[in-house]
Nanobody, 122 residues
Framework: QVQLVESGGGLVQPGGSLRLSCAASGSIFSINAMGWYRQAPGKQRNLVALITSGASTNYGDSVKGRFTISRDNAKNTVYLQMNSLKPEDTADYYC????????????????WGQGTQVTVSS
């Protein structure tokens, strides 16, 4: 089994910063991709940021230049540094990972965290 555990959500003022963390644990051989999606009420779940095993990154258009994704491979952990936060960033943030399971013949599988609330408000 594989689990994703998120932390770091909360309430911040516009213009403030927040850092999210997501740690993967379980029967992991390798993590091929890991990152964050977010979903506001009544809206689709959209990409925030993703980082691959080759360290390539992909950001949603609305967060480019403000958010930075990074990883610690030894800890199977990904981080999202969120700066210059706007009220429009308010959403539930979900950790995502595509993992090659152990033993490897089990193949790749996609996992989601439980979600963490981020609220940007005065």
């Amino acid at each position: 089994q594989v689990q994703l555990v998120e932390s770091g959500g909360g309430l911040v003022q516009p213009g403030g910063s927040l850092r999210l963390s997501c740690a993967a644990s379980g029967s992991i051989f390798s993590i091929n991709a890991m990152g964050w999606y977010r979903q506001a009420p009544g809206k689709q779940r959209n990409l925030v940021a993703l980082i691959t095993s080759g360290a390539s990154t992909n950001y949603g258009d609305s967060v480019k230049g403000r958010f930075t994704i990074s990883r610690d491979n030894a800890k199977n952990t990904v981080y999202l540094q969120m700066n210059s936060l706007k009220p429009e960033d308010t959403a539930d943030y979900y950790c995502y990972s595509k993992i090659l399971r152990r033993p490897t013949y089990l193949g790749e599988y996609e996992y989601w965290g439980q979600g963490t609330q981020v609220t940007v408000s005065s």
